[in-house]
């Protein structure tokens, strides 16, 4: 199975437990006599969320296995995505302004201007994007062993 798929499924995995968790927690008490919970086996479900955990434990194992050769690379593009929050973020207003409704009026400096701000981002942006490009690459090429592996691909 490719990667990409395999994180496809791990996602939808994910999904799937949360589900069976909520739907475990809000079934598991229920009014005596009531026909709609006779319909619905908790301990059904929780075997069904049970086995859908090991699953998950065993793709992302191999996921992580696979993504050995690219780690620095998926850990470096989220402090890029991080750093590009940040300076998002950061306050850029210089110059005079009134403070509130009143006539006070203060000066502000910054250290990094607004357009320097918005230059370091777009840089960033532009290294994030080539490393997940790499990432894409990688993740649609390479191979990875694992048993629940279907026929689909």
Known sequence: MRLYKALKIRKSLVGEISKLKEQIKQKNSHL???KNAERFDVK???QELYDKINEL???KYAINEANREIQGKIYLLGE???LISFL?????????Q?????DVVREYAVHIT??????MIKDYQTKLDAIQEEIDVFNHTTEIPWDKATNEE
């Not at 998002?88 to 005079?96: D, H, K, R, Y």
Request: net charge negative.
């Open 32 to 34: 005596v006599g009531s």
């Open 44 to 46: 059904e479900k929780y």
């Open 57 to 59: 434990v065993g793709l």
């Open 80 to 82: 890029y995505k991080a």
């Open 88 to 96: 998002t973020e950061l306050n850029v207003n210089e110059g005079t």
């Open 98 to 102: 009134s403070i509130g409704y009143s």
């Open 114 to 119: 607004e357009s320097e701000r918005d230059e």
